[in-house]
């Protein structure tokens, strides 16, 4: 079980803002939602990165919840 909030990290500004999580998949992916908008973020080997609106961003993906 994964928690439903997730932190991204706007690359450009370092600008960071709390969203909604979904369809987590470990080690694999995870949807991010902002304003109505999914981003889908993939995993890279180190953080999720993810891309819309010609921005890049990142996240260490939702907190695992026992």
Do not use: C
Not at 6 to 29: F, Q, Y
Not at 30 to 50: E, L, T
Request: glycine share 8%.
């Amino acid at each position: 079980m994964y928690d439903n909030i997730a932190i991204l990290t706007n690359t450009m500004n370092n600008n960071s803002v709390e969203v909604e999580a979904d369809n987590m998949r470990p080690g694999k992916s995870f949807d991010a939602y902002i304003a109505s908008n999914r981003i889908r973020m993939n995993w890279n080997g180190k953080v999720y990165v993810g891309n819309a609106h010609g921005m890049e961003f990142t996240s260490s993906g939702p907190k695992q919840i026992n």
